[in-house]
């Protein structure tokens, strides 16, 4: 009986074969039939097949998963050798006609320093004026914008001050007169014996003095403006002009305009009459930041671009470098004088300018369109060796030249083939793999 058990639980064991259980005694497996035992088996063979078959079928499905999931993940392509740092892409004929390959280049990067600021006048050239002595103002010749030339008449005041200054003119010249036929006279009589000597000395002294304080009167009408010739025209009239004239002291275009007929105007007191800039300079006032001040000098070049004028560059040099940091904004004051012969820039127009710190430094180079900045901001360049396979590589890139050249300080060696134009689509077709 054991026997016999045994090898009916090995039947079962094998996959419930309907052939050995038809061998096993009724009796020792306790009393089943024959028939019942056999459907039991029978249905037991069938769930453990069909748990085999959906195991099979289980484990060949997460295999067709995992292919077609590989199918669809687009591996980082390496360079032979399988550095992942080296990463590269196979372009067509036909995809090569997208990019433009050269080689590295040497040339000579100028270390610039570059600012923003606002146009001013040069307030060393610009000159408010005013009358010397106080007067109503009878006539303004000049408008706002005129253009303007040193000694130009621009207003005239009647000035109380010149009127005293040719009245004393007029009476010392009187007195002058008078003192000087005195003399003559005693000194005749003197000659005649009816004069004494000290007669001759007394009237010597006045006539000298008001020699001397006809002199004086002269030049007292003088410093109002007022020419030898005009002078002399006052004393042969004996007819006084209180009518004061106050030239330009420079060239340059009115900027501000007070005068009108009717009003008083007071030497110093402001508003001025008129106000005249000289426009052929004007100053750039920049506030630098903390970190770059120290690169400044007086004397340094500078380059001057305003928006309005977007194809003209204005010259100039550094004249000021202020002596502190405002503490407030860590920023330092540095002015500059530009020439402007055409008149072109205009006070609070907003600059940028650009100051050069030194000599040129040689340096390789590759055009800005063949640099790619990364996310992470690093720096790439595409260089080939064959013009068909691109391999992407870390570079450090130095001073940006305004003509389109950036300056590569590491990553490149000179004559190695890089992509001049174009980089940004290589870098793309890698993040798409080959179905970019």
Same mark, same amino acid.
């Given at each position: 009986?054991?026997?016999?058990?045994?090898?009916?639980?090995?039947?079962?064991?094998?996959?419930?074969?309907?052939?050995?259980?038809?061998?096993?005694?009724?009796?020792?497996?306790?009393?089943?039939?024959?028939?019942? /035992? *056999?459907? &039991? %088996?029978?249905?037991?063979?069938?769930?453990?097949?069909?748990? @085999?078959? $959906?195991?099979?079928?289980?484990? !060949?499905?997460?295999?067709?998963?995992?292919?077609?999931?590989?199918?669809?993940?687009?591996?980082?392509?390496?360079?032979?050798?399988?550095?992942?740092?080296?990463?590269?892409?196979?372009?067509?004929?036909?995809?090569?006609?997208?990019?433009?390959?050269?080689?590295?280049?040497?040339?000579?990067?100028?270390?610039?320093?570059?600012?923003?600021?606002?146009?001013?006048?040069?307030?060393?050239?610009?000159?408010?004026?005013?009358?010397?002595?106080?007067?109503?103002?009878?006539?303004?010749?000049?408008?706002?914008?005129?253009?303007?030339?040193?000694?130009?008449?621009?207003?005239?005041?009647?000035?109380?001050?010149?009127?005293?200054?040719?009245?004393? /003119? *007029?009476? &010392? %010249?009187?007195?002058?007169?008078?003192?000087?036929?005195?003399? @003559?006279? $005693?000194?005749?009589?003197?000659? !005649?014996?009816?004069?004494?000597?000290?007669?001759?000395?007394?009237?010597?002294?006045?006539?000298?003095?008001?020699?001397?304080?006809?002199?004086?009167?002269?030049?007292?009408?003088?410093?109002?403006?007022?020419?030898?010739?005009?002078?002399?025209?006052?004393?042969?009239?004996?007819?006084?002009?209180?009518?004061?004239?106050?030239?330009?002291?420079?060239?340059?275009?009115?900027?501000?305009?007070?005068?009108?007929?009717?009003?008083?105007?007071?030497?110093?007191?402001?508003?001025?009459?008129?106000?005249?800039?000289?426009?052929?300079?004007?100053?750039?006032?920049?506030?630098?930041?903390?970190?770059?001040?120290?690169?400044?000098?007086?004397?340094?070049?500078?380059?001057?671009?305003?928006?309005?004028?977007?194809?003209?560059?204005?010259?100039?040099?550094?004249?000021?470098?202020?002596?502190?940091?405002?503490?407030?904004?860590?920023?330092?004051?540095?002015?500059?004088?530009?020439?402007?012969?055409?008149?072109?820039?205009?006070?609070?127009?907003?600059?940028?300018?650009?100051?050069?710190?030194?000599?040129?430094?040689?340096?390789?180079?590759?055009?800005?369109?063949?640099?790619?900045?990364?996310?992470?901001?690093?720096?790439?360049?595409?260089?080939?060796?064959?013009?068909?396979?691109?391999?992407?590589?870390?570079?450090?890139?130095?001073?940006?030249?305004?003509?389109?050249?950036?300056?590569?300080?590491?990553?490149?060696?000179?004559?190695?083939?890089?992509?001049?134009?174009?980089?940004?689509?290589?870098?793309?077709?890698?993040?798409?793999?080959?179905?970019?």
């Amino acid at each position: 009986m054991p026997e016999t058990t045994n090898r009916g639980r090995a039947s079962l064991a094998a996959g419930g074969c309907p052939q050995l259980i038809g061998k096993i005694d009724v009796k020792v497996l306790g009393g089943f039939s024959k028939q019942g /035992l *056999l459907k &039991s %088996a029978l249905a037991m063979s069938i769930v453990m097949g069909v748990a @085999a078959f $959906a195991g099979s079928r289980y484990f !060949a499905n997460s295999t067709s998963v995992e292919a077609a999931t590989t199918g669809r993940t687009i591996p980082i392509q390496t360079a032979p050798g399988g550095d992942p740092a080296l990463q590269f892409v196979d372009l067509t004929e036909k995809q090569l006609g997208a990019l433009k390959i050269g080689p590295v280049e040497q040339r000579s990067f100028e270390v610039l320093k570059t600012a923003v600021g606002t146009i001013d006048f040069n307030q060393n050239m610009l000159v408010q004026v005013f009358s010397q002595y106080p007067g109503k103002i009878l006539k303004a010749f000049f408008n706002l914008g005129d253009e303007v030339k040193q000694g130009d008449i621009l207003f005239t005041i009647d000035s109380p001050d010149l009127l005293q200054a040719e009245s004393q /003119l *007029l009476a &010392s %010249a009187g007195v002058l007169e008078l003192q000087t036929r005195t003399l @003559a006279r $005693a000194t005749q009589l003197l000659r !005649a014996g009816g004069s004494a000597q000290k007669d001759v000395d007394q009237a010597t002294s006045d006539q000298q003095t008001a020699e001397g304080n006809f002199k004086a009167a002269k030049n007292a009408v003088r410093i109002f403006g007022k020419t030898d010739a005009e002078i002399e025209q006052i004393l042969a009239q004996r007819k006084v002009d209180s009518t004061l004239l106050v030239p330009s002291p420079i060239s340059g275009r009115i900027i501000t305009r007070n005068a009108a007929p009717g009003f008083l105007t007071q030497p110093g007191n402001a508003p001025a009459p008129y106000s005249v800039a000289d426009l052929s300079t004007m100053w750039m006032i920049a506030n630098v930041i903390e970190t770059d001040a120290p690169a400044y000098r007086l004397g340094q070049e500078v380059q001057v671009k305003v928006p309005a004028y977007p194809d003209a560059t204005f010259h100039g040099h550094v004249t000021t470098v202020g002596s502190m940091i405002d503490p407030n904004t860590h920023r330092q004051l540095v002015r500059s004088e530009i020439a402007d012969p055409e008149h072109l820039l205009r006070p609070g127009m907003f600059a940028s300018f650009v100051i050069r710190m030194g000599d040129p430094v040689p340096s390789l180079a590759v055009p800005v369109e063949g640099v790619v900045r990364e996310g992470d901001g690093t720096m790439t360049v595409w260089v080939t060796a064959d013009r068909r396979r691109f391999v992407k590589r870390t570079a450090k890139v130095g001073i940006q030249q305004q003509a389109g050249w950036s300056q590569i300080l590491e990553g490149l060696e000179p004559g190695e083939l890089v992509v001049t134009d174009g980089a940004v689509f290589l870098s793309n077709k890698l993040l798409l793999g080959a179905d970019g």
